[in-house]
C-alpha cells in the first residue's frame, strides 16, 4: 500500500444522540423515593414497577422537573419546536438479583429517561442496540468502540441519568445486585410535520 498523507474530513451521519446528566443529589429525595418504589407489591419473582404516574407525586416531582428541563434544552439545541413538553408517564423499576428488562421501546413518545436511585458496583447497565439494520450486513473484526459497535452500554451510576430517543430499543441484562430507577417520557405538544405535503398533525 502507497504512504500518501492525505487530509479528509469527518462527519457524524444521521447520529443517535443520547444524553447524560447529574443533577444535584441535595436536590432529589432518593431515599424517599426508593422506599416508595419498594413497597409496591408484585409476586415475589417478578420485576417491581410502579404505577406511571409518579411525577403527579410531591416526592418525585423535583425529578419530574429536571428531566422536563434538560429534556427542554436538548430540544432546543437540536433546533425543534412545540408549543409545551408534557410528561406523559413515570414510574419506578427495582430489579433484584438474576432480574431483567427485556428489550423494548418507548412507544408514543419522542424523549424517554431514565434516573439511578440506588445502585452498586455490579448493577446491571443499560444497553442499546445500533438502530440501523443495513449496518450489520458486514462486520468485520474490530476493537468494538463508539464508532463502530453494535451495542453500547451506561453502567446504572447512582445519582445520575440518560435521556434518549424514544424509539432507540434498549435493555437491562440479568442483575447480580439490586438496581432502582425511575423512568419516564415526554411529548412535545404541538405541530408535527408539513399541511401542505399532507404530513400534518397537531398532537
Known amino acids: 500500500m502507497v504512504d500518501v498523507n492525505i487530509k479528509y474530513d469527518e462527519y457524524a451521519a444521521f447520529p443517535t444522540m443520547m444524553y447524560k446528566f447529574k443533577p ?3 436536590l432529589l429525595l432518593h431515599t424517599e423515593m426508593a422506599t ?22 410531591s416526592t ?5 422537573d429536571v428531566a422536563k428541563n434538560v429534556s427542554a434544552e436538548i430540544l432546543q439545541k437540536l433546533g425543534y419546536k412545540y408549543d409545551k413538553l408534557e410528561m406523559t408517564g413515570m414510574w419506578g423499576n427495582w430489579l433484584k438479583d438474576g432480574q ?44 468494538p468502540n463508539w464508532q463502530n459497535a453494535g451495542m453500547l452500554q451506561f453502567d446504572a451510576e447512582e445519582g445520575s441519568g440518560l435521556i434518549f430517543p424514544s424509539w432507540l430499543q434498549h435493555w437491562v441484562p440479568p442483575t447480580k445486585t439490586d ?9 412535545p405538544r404541538g405541530t408535527y410535520g408539513l399541511a401542505d ?6 398532537i
Open 24 to 26: 444535584e443529589k441535595r
Open 36 to 57: 416508595y418504589i419498594k413497597v409496591q407489591k408484585c409476586d415475589e419473582n417478578e420485576v417491581v414497577q410502579t404505577s406511571s404516574d409518579l411525577y403527579k407525586l
Open 60 to 64: 418525585f416531582r423535583d425529578l419530574a
Open 100 to 143: 431483567s428488562h427485556p428489550p423494548h421501546t418507548h412507544s408514543n413518545n419522542v424523549l424517554s429517561g431514565v434516573y439511578y436511585i440506588q445502585s452498586q458496583k455490579e448493577s446491571s447497565p443499560i444497553q442499546f442496540f445500533d438502530p440501523r439494520p443495513i449496518a450489520h450486513h458486514m462486520k468485520p473484526v474490530n476493537t
Open 179 to 187: 438496581r432502582i430507577s425511575v423512568s419516564w417520557n415526554i411529548l
Open 197 to 202: 405535503e399532507y404530513q400534518y398533525a397537531n
